[in-house]
């Protein structure tokens, strides 16, 4: 596995991680008819052709060793959000494909977003994740994130929103959230 810059060309492998995580990930919280419309791929798709490369946020892969993308992290500077602070760096979304989960491969890229983050000046980092993902939220536990008790609800589709919990941390030395 290895870590590299996401261009363009990879919006479309980007996409595919994108869906296939959020179909098996999140098959608990969100009914099939949402993960399954007629529009869900095309969005999924959409996003990230659009406005994933935007100037303020960065996007690095993770792939295998035939450089397929098998992860994605993207990642910048905080979105005004529940509190409407700034000066921090966030992690906007972190997915993996399904067939790579608990391989390693994601601690990897959580403690590349770290030191891009320090590097990037921030000494400290958000994300949000859905409250009921107790698989991606042990992850982030064990790789030195805490929940703020701050939450918000996640809009997924049409009248559908879920809830979701902002996490921090602090961005170590180390490098490593």
Not at 75 to 87: D, I, L, M, N, S
């Amino acid at each position: 596995m290895g870590i590299r810059v996401g261009t363009r060309d990879d919006a479309e492998a980007i996409a595919e991680v994108h869906i296939a995580s959020w179909r098996v990930g999140y098959a608990h919280v969100l009914p099939e008819s949402v993960l399954y419309a007629d529009d869900f791929e095309p969005r999924r798709r959409a996003i990230w052709s659009e406005w994933r490369f935007a100037p303020t946020q960065r996007v690095a892969v993770s792939v295998d060793d035939t450089d397929r993308v098998v992860g994605f992290a993207a990642y910048g500077p905080e979105r005004e959000r529940a509190r409407g602070t700034t000066g921090r760096g966030e992690l906007y979304a972190f997915y993996f494909h399904p067939d790579v989960w608990g391989n390693g491969a994601a601690a990897g890229l959580i403690d590349h977003v770290g030191e891009r983050l320090r590097a990037e000046g921030f000494d400290e980092a958000v994300l949000w994740v859905l409250d009921d993902n107790p698989r991606a939220r042990a992850f982030y536990e064990r790789h030195g994130w805490h929940p703020t008790g701050i939450a918000a609800d996640f809009d997924v589709h049409c009248e559908l929103s879920v809830p979701e919990v902002e996490y921090h941390s602090p961005l170590t030395v180390e490098g490593r959230p």
